[in-house]
């Protein structure tokens, strides 16, 4: 086998295709400027060597390939050094085509929201089914302990990102994957610093919808206006849509209102009830998407949704890291307005009249970009407080923002401030969390250790 260099081995997808690679026999090596859990865990788990940061020298001249993630770009040393050897890359997007995909059955997740979560469900479906299903999940799914397998079975399941291949490739990463079926979940502006209007965006996904062949199927929120334009600028594949509307193929019912249980319809037939820890009215549409999904693949949803009620999701989606002096907290990954607001609302219907406080890093480049920032205040009307780790490389003003909360609001420099303005704030029965997609410096954990007794 061959010798494979990652760069950018700690981002959750470059991570799963690292995971891949080790379990197909290549030795695997890689680099990266910011490694941390879980994906840095799941990767020593493995025995995959991690060099920090991007050099000239960063990769052996004997490596055999480099695989190169979408956060480089010209001028990264490594990158620039690969080029002048004339050493063969690739994406991780196009490795995944040509090295896993071939001869299966894949099953694509996309959509703005839910991508991570829904491909873990659908994939413990396959898995209650006997299929032993492959998978490549944007996080580590606790059910199975890492992010990505090779499996033994037909399908693969895949999440399917919008964002950009690479450097060289500027397709969205999800066209390369070919499904026999696709979720669509939802589509709304994001990735600001790639796409200029949503009309860009809609654009990429009629591209991965000529990619699903007749035979196919099309999974698709029934409620989206903008997949809804999709859709109507050509489609070559059976169509089924879901969401809470009964008049869709598959419809939803809450039995109740934090999401925890509901039934599930199909073309006005009641399939089943579902029963699990999950929270909110965006989990029960995840929930309902894979349901359709596995069954468009032969099956049988009687004997699979039992299998839910046991179904630990993915780390990092409203994870509860633990509770000290009364105090519940959580690591969170949502880092767009909707998906904020949908968390928190799923979370106040579990809570009740208890305190919300949330800690957030804008971290994502549309949150530094200020493309979200109108939209941001009211996503946390969920919350009874809120601090804000406002960097300075921050490009947006953060007073607007938080004059608009709710709810109290604070801005802080770095994450000591912030820590020990959560200390200040913090009360008995709160439900504390943290949403960042980074490693926001370890807050979280940082800040149940500091609730311990000493």
């Known amino acids: 086998m061959s010798t494979i260099h990652i760069l950018g081995i700690a981002g959750t997808f470059m991570g799963g295709v690292a995971a891949l690679a080790r379990e197909k026999g290549h030795t695997v090596r890689g680099s990266d400027q910011a490694i941390y859990p879980p994906m840095s865990t799941q990767l020593e788990r493995l025995g995959i060597a991690l060099d920090p940061g991007y050099r000239a020298d960063s990769v052996a001249p004997d490596c055999d390939e480099v695989v190169i993630g979408n956060a480089l770009s010209r001028g990264n040393p490594a990158v620039e050094a690969v080029l002048d050897a004339g050493q063969r890359y690739i994406s991780g997007a196009q490795w995944l085509s040509e090295q896993v995909l071939p001869g299966r059955d894949t099953l694509a997740v996309a959509g703005t929201h839910g991508k991570t979560t829904t491909t873990t469900i659908l994939t413990w479906l396959l898995h209650s089914a006997g299929r032993e299903p492959g998978f490549l999940i944007g996080g580590v799914a606790e059910d199975f302990g890492v992010s990505a397998r090779i499996g033994s079975g037909r399908e693969f399941v895949v999440e399917a990102d919008e964002y950009d291949t690479a450097f060289f490739d500027k397709r969205s990463k999800f066209v390369h994957y070919r499904p026999l079926v696709a979720i669509l979940n939802n589509l709304e502006y994001d990735h600001a610093d790639i796409f200029p209007d949503v009309a860009a965006i809609q654009r990429q996904f009629h591209h991965l919808i000529r990619t699903v062949p007749a035979r196919g199927r099309l999974i698709v929120n029934g409620e989206d206006a903008y997949l809804a334009e999709v859709l109507a600028m050509g489609c070559w594949t059976p169509v089924e849509r879901f969401g809470f509307d009964p008049a869709l193929e598959w419809h939803a019912e809450l039995v109740e209102a934090d999401g925890s249980v509901f039934v599930v319809h199909h073309r006005g037939a009641r399939v089943g009830e579902v029963r699990w820890s999950l929270l909110g009215r965006h989990n029960v549409l995840n929930g309902l998407a894979a349901l359709a999904a596995a069954h468009a693949v032969g099956v049988e949803l009687a004997r699979v949704m039992p299998a839910l009620a046991a179904f630990r999701s993915v780390k990092r989606r409203l994870e509860v890291i633990g509770q000290a002096r009364d105090v519940t907290v959580y690591d969170d990954f949502a880092h767009h307005p909707t998906a904020i607001r949908t968390t ?92 960042s997609n980074g490693g926001f410096d370890g807050a979280p954990r940082r800040f149940l250790a500091q609730l311990q007794p000493s």
């Open 344 to 435: 928190l609302e799923g979370l106040r219907a579990r809570v009740g009249e208890a305190r919300i406080v949330v800690a957030m890093e804008p971290r994502s480049n549309s949150m530094r970009l200020g493309a979200h920032a109108q939209a941001l205040a009211p996503s946390l009307d969920g919350a009874d407080a809120v601090v804000f780790l406002h960097r300075p490389e921050l490009a947006w003003d953060a007073a607007g923002v938080i004059a608009a909360v709710r709810g109290d609001a604070y801005a802080v420099p770095d994450t000591d401030a912030l820590l020990a303005r959560l200390d200040a704030i913090a009360m008995p029965g709160d439900h504390v969390v943290f949403m």
